[in-house]
Nanobody, 114 residues
Framework: QAQLVESGGGLVQPGGSLRLSCAAP????????MAWYRQAPGKERELVAD???????NYKDPVKGRFTISRDNAKNTLYLQMDSLKPEDTAVYYC????????WGQGAQVIVSS
């Protein structure tokens, strides 16, 4: 069964950085847009950023200029570099294909706190 596996979360102080990774099924990875989502406590899951197979990116306003989404089609891996982290970035981060949704993975917990 196709799986998404997120990793790289942790506890970081405000202003710090983290890099998330997402391992995705190789048979479809290179053909579809991939995206990072996040779900903060008590809130709905929301889109953070997405990237086309050719590398064109799109970011939601709260993370523009601070987060960088990238992908390695040879490794079937999606990345999210998160810099200048804020407490409001605290959430569980998930990856998925917006146009070919798979079952959600376990997510990567990110806690931004001093």
């Amino acid at each position: 069964q196709a799986q998404l596996v997120e990793s790289g979360g942790g506890l970081v102080q405000p202003g710090g950085s983290l890099r998330l990774s997402c391992a995705a099924p190789g048979n479809i990875f290179r053909y579809y847009i991939m995206a990072w989502y996040r779900q903060a406590p008590g809130k709905e899951r929301e889109l953070v950023a997405d990237i086309t197979p050719s590398g064109r990116t799109n970011y939601k306003d709260p993370v523009k200029g601070r987060f960088t989404i990238s992908r390695d089609n040879a490794k079937n891996t999606l990345y999210l570099q998160m810099d200048s982290l804020k407490p409001e970035d605290t959430a569980v981060y998930y990856c998925n294909f917006p146009n070919r949704r798979l079952a959600w993975g376990q997510g990567a917990q990110v806690i931004v706190s001093s």
